[in-house]
């Protein structure tokens, strides 16, 4: 498998001028900014009353829910906080066994370690979704319980900044950012990305390309992968399904591009997600129909960071910034459930294996999830499918 203004008087010039074309972009933004309204009344209808007619005592209440924001609504102080979280976690030793994974050196690389092992059974599969939104819960809950962090986990709402998001609060290079791009590399030619026998998606390179070196993470060193890393001459390095779980110490890259994120993580992206009816389309749309050219807003925000080791479908929790990624890709899904719960909350569609190779039986409701060493696990499909549900208690704002 091949992985993977000018404005003038009509009146005082005597011409008659059409007016100017409304943005697709900034109706699209108003329209996500309202989905997101309804899933929040939808939600607080439910807990409402949910709670009037439960005993249970951990039934999950308006007044204990966690709320995920995006990281530009943070104070720069919480966004401190998030990172030293994290640095924290890049500092505790790591308890995957040298045995499964030689080159795991931190509790942050557990949770790397873990997606490289499982990557070919949590994508295009049918357990895509209930299995990041597991996965970066008790990410959450590591950086709460084990570095002290007592904020929820943030999202990068990619419709926000997709003209520019090098100078967007997550990408700056700051201390109050993810950290910044990677250094400018000229020349780079386009990345080519496989998927099995589907014709080949061909992307513009980025801004960047070399090692971050700002920021809260410019001294952090990858120590896992590549696998299946595409390189800017259109060749792919690593050495593919399981390998990279080996030390392999490095600087973190990345090639932050905002032509990617603007054709395929916008507003109008979103919106059009957020519009699918069946949970088969919505995750179709969202990872991108295979040999449609489109890599669908899953792919778009990977690829707008791109570079090492976000740009490895394999590795890219080695980057920071994949936890806020998939916060936005639960926020989506969270907000697709809630706007028809009743019919949405159960809804799974898609086998066991990457597309279905080799071919696989379908993915049930009480199929088990288990995370390895990176915790949270074993737990059945069912209860991941509300996040106000099973051991979940949160919602998202803007």
């Not at 597991?134 to 007592?150: D, H, I, S, V």
């Not at 993810?178 to 014709?199: H, Q, R, V």
Request: net charge neutral.
């Amino acid at each position: 498998m091949r992985l993977p203004i000018l404005f003038s008087s009509a009146v005082l010039l005597g011409v008659a001028l059409a007016a100017p074309a409304p943005d697709p972009t900034s109706d699209a933004l108003a329209e996500f900014q309202q989905l997101i309204a309804e899933a929040q009344t939808a939600q607080d209808d439910l807990l409402t009353s949910t709670a009037a007619s439960s005993k249970r005592a951990n039934t999950c209440t308006k007044n204990k829910l966690l709320t995920r924001k995006p990281w530009g609504s943070l104070s720069k102080q919480d966004r401190k906080a998030y990172t030293n979280a994290v640095l924290c976690l890049q500092r505790l030793p790591a308890r995957t066994p040298q045995s499964v994974a030689p080159g795991a050196r931190s509790r942050f690389d557990d949770f790397l370690a873990t997606h490289i092992l499982q990557t070919l059974n949590i994508h295009y599969t049918g357990n895509f979704l209930a299995w990041h939104r597991w996965f970066t819960w008790t990410y959450e809950q590591a950086l709460r319980n084990e570095c002290g962090y007592t904020g929820a986990q943030p999202y990068w709402n990619w419709a926000l900044y997709a003209n520019d998001p090098a100078s967007s609060p997550i990408f700056d290079g700051s201390d109050s950012s993810m950290s910044g791009n990677g250094e400018y590399i000229p020349g780079k030619g386009p990345i080519t990305l496989l998927l099995g026998d589907f014709a080949p998606v061909v992307l513009p390179a980025g801004s960047g390309g070399g090692c971050v070196t700002t920021g809260p993470f410019k001294n952090y060193t990858v120590n896992l992968g590549p696998i299946s890393m595409p390189l800017n001459d259109g060749s792919v390095v690593g050495g593919g399904p399981g390998t990279g779980l080996t030390y392999n110490p490095r600087c973190m890259k990345r090639d932050i591009s905002a032509a990617i994120n603007k054709a395929f993580a916008n507003a109008v992206d979103v919106v059009k997600l957020l519009t699918q009816n069946t949970i088969a389309d919505f995750q179709l749309i969202m990872q991108g129909v295979p040999g449609s050219g489109n890599i669908g807003v899953h792919g778009g925000g990977h690829y707008t960071i791109g570079g090492d080791p976000a740009g490895d479908v394999f590795t890219s929790p080695g980057d920071p910034v994949f936890y806020l990624h998939h916060g936005m890709i639960d926020l989506t899904w969270w907000v697709w459930q809630m706007l028809d719960f009743k019919t949405r909350r159960n809804q799974i569609s898609g086998t066991q294996t990457f597309l279905n190779q080799p071919a696989s039986p379908n993915v049930g409701l009480d199929d088990v999830i288990d995370l390895g060493y990176a915790g949270g696990g074993p737990i059945t499909m069912r209860e991941l499918m509300s996040v106000n549900d099973g051991p979940f208690c949160y919602t998202y704002s803007l």
